[in-house]
T-cell receptor, first 110, second 114 residues
Framework: GQNIDQPTEMTATEGAIVQINCTYQ??????LFWYQQHAGEAPTFLSY????GLEEKGRFSSFLSRSKGYSYLLLKELQMKDSASYLC???????????FGSGTRLQVQP | ETGVTQTPRHLVMGMTNKKSLKCEQH?????MYWYKQSAKKPLELMFV???????ENNSVPSRFSPECPNSSHLFLHLHTLQPEDSALYLC?????????????FGPGTRLTVT
């Protein structure tokens, strides 16, 4: 089975940097995804990591350590529109579907 | 239309009603999924279809019945639901292969069972 943990809520200031952590346990790791979900909307894909290290995409970066079962999503130069839930999801070998964490609700304040 | 669409966007039904949710993807994908999202709980996988064949049923009660007539369309037939089935139902699609691909989600159907 899989177990995914991430903080329930975080608050940060506009223009700042925030790091959202995700730890996971899985029997056969096959990649980790981060999704963004605004209230009442569909989740949208942000990043995918399968190898150790940092993947950068503009203001967003995602890091993976497979040996530690750990990932983080780094958001730089925060904007008010970044207020959303951020979902960590793990792909398991042998399964096509993803297993999602409960999500981290990020509130960006002026 | 582009991406993944779902209808209806909102649905209120009684426990004795029968209704269906529809999902359509315009991305040329061959894998489709149904997820349930309840308040303050993780997205829960319900069903997976690959090339119209069901490949995963995550112990979903039989009052939920999926149908995949082709790779672009996915239905979820509902009957005799319970109030605890009230949730956001999300459809997703992805490429179907041995590699891992991101899933694209539809806007969801907000279901309320009275």
């Amino acid at each position: 089975g899989q177990n995914i943990d991430q903080p329930t809520e975080m608050t940060a200031t506009e223009g700042a940097i925030v790091q959202i952590n995700c730890t996971y346990q899985t029997s056969g790791f096959n990649g980790l995804f981060w999704y963004q979900q605004h209230a009442g909307e569909a989740p949208t894909f942000l990043s995918y990591n399968v190898l150790d290290g940092l993947e950068e995409k503009g203001r967003f970066s995602s890091f993976l350590s497979r040996s530690k079962g750990y990932s983080y999503l780094l958001l730089k130069e925060l904007q008010m529109k970044d207020s959303a839930s951020y979902l960590c999801a793990v792909s398991d070998t042998g399964r096509r579907a993803l297993t999602f964490g409960s999500g981290t609700r990020l509130q960006v304040q002026p | 239309e582009t991406g993944v669409t779902q209808t209806p966007r909102h649905l209120v039904m009684g426990m004795t009603n029968k209704k269906s949710l529809k999902c359509e993807q315009h991305l040329g994908h061959n894998a489709m999924y149904w997820y349930k999202q309840s308040a303050k709980k993780p997205l829960e996988l319900m069903f997976v279809y690959n090339f119209k064949e069901q490949t995963e049923n995550n112990s979903v009660p039989s009052r939920f019945s999926p149908e995949c007539p082709n790779s672009s369309h996915l239905f979820l037939h509902l009957h005799t639901l319970q109030p605890e089935d009230s949730a956001l139902y999300l459809c997703a699609s992805s490429q179907a292969s041995d590699a891992v691909y991101e899933q694209y989600f539809g806007p969801g159907t907000r279901l309320t069972v009275t």
